[in-house]
């Protein structure tokens, strides 16, 4: 396995046969199951809670109340403001107020219906916009504003020849990974508690938790169960502290695994948005000024919000020249469900704000819109509207170029096989699933129009403004039954990204040794931050290189001699070869019994916070760009549309994985269309209506067209072996490049994402 | 109640069954077979597609009290190493929490339809939910299992 190679899963065999071990699928004797009981209101005064008749039931081993949490009552990533269990007040519907351990799952959700909790109902808050009022209900302490992020860059008044103005409104997205939030929490002799769970990230779990439970951290010990899938929604808590406050109660193991109705309401969501601009530029296209207000219901609860607002501030204008900006990026709290992480943080909402108003602007100025991209495309050194100068390859002109100069797909209306005949077989008419409609046989093209959209988009890989990234990995090797093997061991999250592949190529193209093993994730060694933020290939990666660099060098160490000094030798093939290449001794043999472990920190380099008053600063460590087109159809009588194609160039700096990469370029494209025609958490008076996968809509096989793909590897010269984040620029771009699809078949002026039916037709 | 049915070609037994278990708990938390998924109990997903006396359910739609007297075939006992095998080739697993179900589902497209057309395998597993590959990996897997 070597760094640059399509690797297959490592987990893939246990996976295709149905015996990988996911967080919902963990059992142990004796074992209860968790439930949880929610609030009905989103926002209410709680009076009283009364156990005691679910305490009676057949079964029930706990009843747990916020009475029963022994440490910090509150929780948060960044702003400790989330209850374990509400207390005082509820601020939004589902959140969890008390919790039930029994035997059998249906005996504890039974008995979550027999916990009497009283509730003096209050108006919820229902709109950011609301929120701001000054006769708004204060929610938090603080006030209602999380964050408002302030960027002043250049001439504030600035004039220009061109000016275009519009409003969008991006709807609440969810992350809906396919396994539930599930583990299983073990008690153990002393007081301790071991947790088996899916997370993005392990310590920082740990360390809420122990917090939450007050335990010394290493007696909250985690381990990682397998990962149906994450995007952002297992970076909060949702059932961990429950499971151990249950287990650590009786004594007992405890399960907890939630229901799709329940994860709607367990995990925080991708904000939704309103966002106002105004664009300004010259008669020759050039931007001259930027203006906008971004704001962001960041739901209840902080999460993560603070960050998302400073990306989607940071990041307004998209990867564009731009001398003068004024942006109010503000998140704000409401009584809507919290919102927080989801792949694209914050660089998803803008983009189709930035990309709407830049094919405005060729409208106005009547220019092609790729060519008025490209003429204001960035480069390397451009400064952003933060005052960073940005570095390493910014390939915004070439991917644009690329993705409109690539191949158009054929039009919908030629025969395709009839079902059953196969590959080259007999022909019949038009393939229903090709139009707009699909199988309901709404057209067989009538009224159907084509239309074809581009965007570009660009995000921050790794943690911003001035946090601490870093990542550990402890690289050992030794002699197992006269080989050489390679242990390598980080806590980084395998999502489905691919991160143990990863690890074991960069191990295996350090050390060249055949035989890698990546142990399973845990708290055991130091943290490696989340699989979020594209950035653990980066940071985690970085970190196994580094680490195997230090154990090749004690290898070569005991292996030099007068004739080959260390400096002339390497390690090929399980065997330590000299500056020809040839063998100068097998490593079974040098080692022995010896063992050689080295462990190693890795940080990027530093970035700075973002000025309060100006938004100014070096923010961000690295930044990943892709454009994408899409070709949609819509049947403009009933306004249904069917993507029929899309396209995409990214730069990735290095592939180190090419199959896995374009997994995550095909995986985020299907989010962002997602959110561009059929996701949306559909919140009433602040209670969800939708929360099940019978009415959010997820792309299927039918919705999801071929994407093209050209995948660019510019080396950025920062970072190891040149590599960039991967996993977001696909669901940046992808959505507002079908949204322009979308405008340019119609001729309306979409403003609100997901597009629905009555947005094409009324 | 009892449930007693056959599962990969063995005969299990389950006391004390609650009316209310689908097959799908049956399966998971009485047999301990956990290869089939839970991720939306709703018949949305696919994730938990079985063979039940041939035909393919969704495990999480059918009460464990039909499934008694019966024959249940899993993704731990489906005869589909070549359909497997591609999965793992072509990169069409990243999570995986979808791929059993898309195993068993492939498995009952190529007995019925050896060579199927990408229409005919879009058609086919339009009811199995991926939400990591964006299908493309999944279509170049039955492909290749087809070869
Ligand atoms: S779990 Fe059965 S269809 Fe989703
Ligand atoms: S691989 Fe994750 S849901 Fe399909």
């Known amino acids: 396995m070597r760094v640059g190679e399509s690797v297959q899963r490592v987990d893939g065999p246990s996976k295709v046969r149905g015996t990988f071990a996911y967080s919902s699928d963990l059992h142990a004797e004796h074992m209860l199951w968790g439930s949880t009981v929610r609030s009905p209101h989103p926002y209410a005064r709680i009076t009283s809670i009364d156990t005691s008749e679910a305490r009676a039931m057949p079964g029930v081993h706990a009843v747990l109340t916020h009475e029963d949490v022994p440490g910090m009552k509150l929780y948060g990533l960044e702003i400790q403001d989330q209850p374990v269990l509400a207390f005082d007040f509820v601020r939004y519907g589902g959140e969890a107020v008390a919790l039930v351990a029994a035997d059998h799952p249906e005996q504890a959700r039974r008995a979550t219906q027999k916990v009497r909790v009283e509730y003096e109902v209050l108006r919820p808050v229902t709109q950011a916009e609301d929120a701001l009022r000054p006769d708004a209900p204060r929610l938090h302490p603080d006030g209602n504003v999380t964050r408002h992020v302030k960027i002043r860059h250049g001439d504030q008044v600035a004039r220009a020849d061109v000016v275009v103005r519009g409003e969008y409104e991006i709807g609440m997205q969810d992350q809906a990974p396919l396994g539930p939030e599930s583990g299983l929490a073990v008690p153990d002799a002393e007081g301790g508690v071991d947790l088996y769970i899916a997370t993005q990230w392990l310590h920082v779990d740990q360390q809420q938790l122990a917090n939450i439970l007050a335990l010394q951290p290493e007696k909250v010990r985690l381990t990682m169960a397998g990962i149906g899938g994450a995007f952002g929604a297992r970076e909060d808590l949702s059932m961990q502290a429950h499971a151990c406050l249950l287990a650590l109660k009786t004594g007992r193991p405890v399960k907890i695994s939630y229901s799709r109705p329940e994860s709607f309401v367990g995990h925080v969501h991708r904000h939704p948005g309103r966002l106002s601009y105004e664009h300004g530029a010259n008669t020759d296209g050039m931007l001259v000024y930027v203006r906008a207000r971004i704001l962001l219901d960041g739901g209840a609860y902080a999460s993560s919000s603070t960050a998302v607002i400073a990306n989607a501030s940071c990041f307004a204008v998209g990867p564009y020249r731009c001398p003068n900006a004024t942006i109010d990026g503000i998140v704000a709290y409401s009584n809507n469900p919290p919102c927080g992480a989801m792949r694209g943080f914050g660089s998803v909402q803008n983009c189709y704000a930035h990309e709407a108003q830049m094919d405005k602007l060729a409208a106005a100025l009547g220019m092609d819109p790729v060519e008025l991209r490209i003429r204001n495309a960035m480069e390397t050194g451009t400064e952003m509207i933060t005052g960073q100068k940005i570095d390493g390859p910014v390939p915004v002109a070439e991917l644009l170029s690329r993705v409109s100069s690539m191949p158009l797909p054929a039009n919908v209306s030629r025969p395709l096989p009839v079902y059953g005949e196969g590959k080259g077989g007999a022909v019949g008419p038009a393939d229903l699933t090709a139009m707009p409609g699909g199988v309901s046989n709404t057209t067989h093209g009538e009224g159907v129009k084509r239309g074809i959209g581009y965007a570009v988009g660009f995000k921050n890989i790794g943690y911003s403004e001035g946090f601490d990234d870093h990542s550990t990995a402890r690289v050992r090797l030794s002699v197992i039954d006269g080989r050489p093997r390679v242990e390598v061991h980080t806590a980084a999250a395998e999502v489905g990204q691919g991160t143990v592949m990863v690890q074991a190529q960069i191990a295996g193209s350090e050390l060249g040794v055949n035989d890698i093993v990546v142990l399973n994730a845990d708290t055991r060694v130091g943290s490696a931050g989340s699989s979020s933020a594209s950035r653990q290939t980066y940071i985690t990666g970085g970190a196994v290189k580094a680490a195997a660099e230090a154990v090749c060098q004690r290898v070569l160490g005991l292996a030099q001699s007068e004739l080959h000094p260390a400096s002339e030798l390497r390690i090929e093939n399980d065997n330590v070869v000299g500056g020809d290449g040839r063998q100068i001794v097998p490593l079974a043999t040098l080692l022995g019994d010896a063992v050689i472990e080295e462990t190693r920190e890795f940080h990027p380099r530093a970035t700075h916070r973002l000025d309060p008053e100006t938004g100014q600063a070096d923010a961000h460590m690295q930044y990943a760009f892709a454009a994408h087109r899409a070709v949609v159809d819509v049947d403009t009588e009933l306004g249904l549309v069917k993507v029929v194609e899309l396209a995409t160039a990214q730069d990735v700096g290095k592939a180190i994985n090419p199959l896995a990469v374009q997994g995550q370029l095909e995986g985020g494209a299907a989010q962002g269309l997602g959110l561009a025609v059929m996701e949306e958490i559909q919140v009433q008076d602040g209670v969800i209506r939708n929360a099940s996968f019978t009415d959010y809509l997820l792309p299927t096989i039918l919705d999801m067209p071929p994407l093209r793909m050209d995948i660019l590897e510019l080396g950025d010269p920062n970072s190891p072996y040149g590599l960039k984040g991967v996993g977001e620029p696909p669901t940046i771009s992808s959505g507002p490049a079908i949204v322009a699809a979308i405008r340019a078949a119609t001729g309306r002026d979409i403003r609100r994402v997901p597009v629905r039916p009555h947005d094409l037709t009324l | ?147």
């Open chain 2, 1 to 147: 109640m009892r449930i007693a049915c056959t599962v990969n070609g063995h005969t299990r037994v389950a006391e004390n069954v609650w009316a209310g278990e689908s097959l799908l708990y049956v399966l998971r938390e009485r047999f301990g077979l956990y290869g089939s998924k839970n991720a939306c109990e709703q018949g949305e997903c696919g994730s938990c597609s079985v063979y039940l006396d041939g035909s393919l359910v969704c495990a999480c739609l059918v009460l464990g009290g039909q499934a008694n007297g019966r024959e249940v075939v899993t993704v731990e006992g489906v005869d589909a190493a070549g359909v497997q095998q591609a999965f793992v080739d072509a990169g069409a697993v990243q999570c995986g929490f979808c791929t059993p179900g898309l195993i068993v589902a492939t498995h009952d497209l190529l007995r019925r339809v050896p060579q199927p057309s990408d229409a005919q395998i879009r058609e086919a597993l339009a009811g199995n939910v991926c939400r990591c590959t964006g299908y493309a990996k999944i279509i170049e897997a039955v492909n290749m299992a087809a070869r």
